[in-house]
């Protein structure tokens, strides 16, 4: 074995019988550095080609087909070292030598060449910018979509919890506040019939014992006689009220009804602002939020009305939000009130029936109008609105009844949000289906927006 190395390697280095290749360029030194100096660059160039592959794949691990490069590699060493031997042989005529490396170049060659073939179809196969660039979109949509998902999933599942609270309130309160009311009306005819009989007693007897006397001056008859039917008036005004309270809960929180059904628009929104009527009044940082109702005659319309009421809810708690801000950025020494709210109902086409609703407020930016029905975009402090609001408003007027929701501001004039309703609903709007609610009976989405507690997105 060691002979036969070593007869290999005298043969390799074997230049006994030829002559080095300068002899063709008759040793002109000019052409002989001319050849030199080139295959020298032309070597550098091709073991640095290598090394710069080899880095890209160290630094690149998900790069496909790596072993390619690691071909390419060794084929371009190979192709570097017959320069290196093309140098060599201008002095040194050991041809076997510069033989065997154009051998091992020619077989790394082949074997490149027969491994690319199959790697073709692989390499076309691969995904152009252009295609990458749509799947990045449809990503980015998905992306989209899922927190959309999520946030509604948030909603839902906070509008159950507090849906069967409220559910649960409201039923234990109707309760005795309709024994409360059914009973007063007997209670007062108890007492006119007492106050009658004692006034008949007067006149009959209009001198009564002192001892007697002395009891009337001591309960101040003459006031109570005065007073009582006054304190029942007030008793019947104040039970009346719960019970619209309630009644306006039950009309709200029809949002698990799962068909469309014809629906007095003008009733949702008398029932969503007795929910908001604590906003309104005057507090001692602030005078009183004006209202003004312009509504018109409308007909009907078929939609989900608890669905329509919680739009109503989140555009007029923006409004309030607006408007409550202004006033607290407002120097004190001109503030005259706090802003007005205007509603407005109108049909402006037989087959569309439109709800403006307006504030007098601060307004809201170009810049953030484009992004105003966006999911979890909010112009509020942290803490203070969660962006859902005005994206799930837009939703269940778009999406699930085939309507408009429109945004338009001016920044220090006000801001109006039109919603258009179509009187015979696409037919993408009959076959939604509408959120997912909780399924306790009556109060059961009133939300936290009855409890003062929600967030909804904010429009400036």
């Not at 949002?255 to 007095?264: F, H, V």
């Not at 407002?330 to 086409?349: A, C, F, L, M, N």
Request: aromatic residues 6%; hydrophobic residues 40%; glycine residues 6%.
């Amino acid at each position: 074995m060691v002979h036969t190395l070593q007869g290999l390697t005298s043969t390799l280095f074997d230049a006994q019988g030829y002559i080095p290749h300068g002899h063709c360029y008759l040793w002109k030194p000019g052409l002989v550095w001319l050849h030199v100096l080139s295959n020298t660059a032309i070597a550098l160039s091709y073991f640095s080609i290598p090394a710069t592959l080899m880095y890209f794949i160290a630094r690149r691990k998900d790069v496909p087909f790596q072993w390619v490069f690691v071909l390419f590699g060794a084929f371009i060493i190979a192709c570097g070292m017959g320069h290196v031997m093309d140098i060599w042989t201008v002095w040194h005529p050991t041809y076997w030598l510069s033989g065997t490396v154009k051998a091992l170049t020619a077989v790394v060659s082949v074997y490149t060449a027969i491994e690319l073939i199959p790697l073709v179809p692989k390499a076309l196969a691969l995904p152009s910018p252009a295609q990458l660039e749509a799947a990045n979109r449809e990503l980015e949509q998905a992306l989209a979509d899922l927190r959309q998902t999520q946030a509604q999933l948030i909603q839902t599942e906070k509008m159950s919890s507090l849906g069967q609270l409220v559910a649960g309130v409201a039923h234990e309160i109707n309760n005795p506040v309709n024994f409360i009311y059914g009973n007063l009306t007997h209670v007062s005819d108890y007492i006119t019939d007492l106050l009658s009989l004692l006034q008949h007693y007067q006149t009959e007897h209009p001198t009564p014992s002192p001892m007697l006397d002395g009891a009337i001056a001591q309960t101040d008859l003459e006031f109570i006689q005065h007073d009582l039917p006054k304190t029942l008036s007030s008793m019947r005004l104040g039970a009346d009220r719960i019970r619209q309270i309630v009644l306006s809960l039950r009309n709200f929180s029809r949002i698990d009804e799962a068909t469309m059904k014809p629906t007095d628009l003008h009733e949702c929104l008398d029932s969503t602002l007795l929910m908001l009527q604590h906003r309104l009044k005057a507090r001692s940082h602030h005078a009183g939020i004006q209202l003004e109702r312009q509504y018109g005659e409308i007909p009907r319309v078929p939609c989900y009305p608890g669905q329509i009421s919680q739009v109503f809810m989140n555009i007029l708690s923006n409004a309030l939000d607006a408007l409550e801000h202004q006033a607290a950025t407002q120097d004190s020494s001109v503030r005259q009130g706090i802003g007005t709210i205007t509603i407005e109902t109108k049909q402006p086409q037989p087959d569309q029936v439109q709800i403006v609703i307006a504030d007098d407020g601060p307004g809201i930016s170009p810049e953030a109008q484009a992004h105003v029905f966006d999911v979890f975009f909010t112009t509020k402090p942290m803490g203070k609105g969660t962006g859902l609001g005005l994206a799930i408003s837009h939703q269940i007027v778009v999406e699930k009844h085939g309507g408009t929701l429109e945004c338009h501001s001016e920044v220090g004039k006000g801001t109006q949000f039109l919603i258009t309703l179509n009187l015979e609903p696409e037919p993408s709007a009959l076959s939604a289906h509408p959120p997912a609610a909780p399924t306790s009976s009556g109060v059961g989405a009133v939300e936290e927006k009855a409890l003062g507690a929600a967030s909804p997105a904010s429009q400036g």
